[in-house]
Nanobody
């Protein structure tokens, strides 16, 4: 079965950290560009971070709003993509989704809430 399953969301205080995981099945993440998106209440879904395939050099890119705070990575042994989120802010509160653009495949999302 081809799917993406996110985990790792939760409630965190401002300034805190979370690490999201996106476990893939049915395909090898190393062969594809993979992205993290987020959608806050009342807002459009936005691209947060992306990583190219291994063949593409594994280059990463980030939205300006998270640059320097978030890191996208991939562990091919676990067929999983990660999003390390540090120095979290109230405005990072959203549902975070993993996405494979080549397969137009979305995960179910994981909620991140930044609150004091």
């Amino acid at each position: 079965q081809v799917q993406l399953v996110e985990s790792g969301g939760g409630l965190v205080q401002p300034g805190g950290s979370l690490k999201l995981s996106c476990a893939a099945s049915g395909f090898a993440v190393r062969m594809y560009a993979m992205n993290w998106y987020r959608q806050a209440p009342g807002k459009e879904r936005e691209l947060v971070a992306g990583i190219t395939s291994d063949g593409g050099g594994g280059r990463t890119n980030y939205a300006d709003s998270v640059k320097g705070r978030f890191t996208i990575s991939r562990d091919n042994a676990y067929n999983t993509v990660y999003l390390q989120m540090n120095s979290l802010k109230f405005e990072d509160t959203a549902i975070y989704y993993c996405y494979n653009p080549w397969r137009t495949l979305w995960g179910q999302g994981t909620q991140v809430t930044v609150s004091s």
